[in-house]
């Protein structure tokens, strides 16, 4: 089975710019997640998808980022304007609505530096 | 915030030997998990044991969970350099959300 798929992998950009992340979960995969991790860190959950309805979003700085999965499937996630603290790799994860099942899957994620 | 804190931050062994590292969190959970992920790479799943149970092993993985004392443990036997790598652990409540630590990173040398 295909894995998490993201791009780009890596991206710089100035602060004050604006830039969006891609997500394709595993076919099937109803919930999907978008995490943020700094250097050293573990990583942060953003925001829960479940379908296409947003199920958390309560860590999104939602001044800055917001997040969408249009017809439940593919996901962006998009910072705008970005800020040097916002460098950090973005996770999307996904995971199966089946009883018994809770591992996530993750992607490779997007590492982000912001200058 | 993150609920889970692994304890040691980073840990090196010499292949051969076993890596034990620790987990505390804070609430009651419905399960926790362990992650490895490779440097640059994404989270790979590892391991999951549930709030009524007390031990798990997969492969050369043997997890350990204290709901009293709100602890797991992570054993690794007989480490190979494809070891080395970050370790989270991860809770699970009742709403499939993970709570992440911030890791411990290990370290096999040849």
């Known amino acids: 089975e295909a894995g998490v798929a993201q791009s780009p992998r890596y991206k710089i950009i100035e602060k004050r710019q604006s830039v969006a992340f891609w997500c394709n979960p595993i076919?099937?995969?109803?919930?999907l997640y978008w995490y943020q991790q700094i250097l050293g860190q573990g990583p942060k959950l953003l925001i829960q998808?479940?379908?296409?309805?947003?199920?958390?979003d309560s860590q999104l700085p939602k001044d800055r980022f917001s997040a969408e999965r249009l017809k439940g499937v593919d996901s962006t996630l998009k910072i705008q304007p970005a800020k040097l603290e916002d460098s950090a790799v973005y996770l999307c994860?996904?995971?199966?609505?089946?009883?018994?099942?809770?591992?996530?899957?993750f992607g490779p994620g997007t590492r982000l530096t912001v200058t | 915030s993150q609920q889970g804190e692994e304890d040691p931050q980073a840990l090196s062994i010499q292949e051969g030997e076993n890596a034990t590292m620790n987990c505390s969190y804070k609430?009651?959970?419905?399960?926790l998990q362990w992650y490895r992920q490779n440097s640059g790479r994404g989270l790979v799943h590892l391991i999951l044991?549930?709030?009524?149970?007390r031990e798990k092993h997969s492969g050369r993985l043997r997890v350990t969970l204290d709901t009293s004392k709100k602890s797991s443990s992570l054993l690794i036997t007989a480490s190979r350099a494809a070891d080395t790598a970050s370790y989270f652990c991860?809770?699970?409540?009742?709403?499939?959300?993970?709570?992440f630590g911030a890791g411990t990173t290990v370290t096999v040398r040849a």
């Open positions: 076919s099937g995969h109803a919930t």
């Open positions: 044991i549930r709030s009524n149970e």
């Open positions: 998808f479940q379908n296409n309805g947003v199920v958390d």
């Open positions: 994860a996904s995971k199966v609505q089946l009883s018994g099942r809770y591992e996530q899957y």
């Open positions: 991860a809770t699970e409540l009742n709403d499939y959300k993970l709570s």
């Open positions: 609430t009651s959970i419905n399960n």
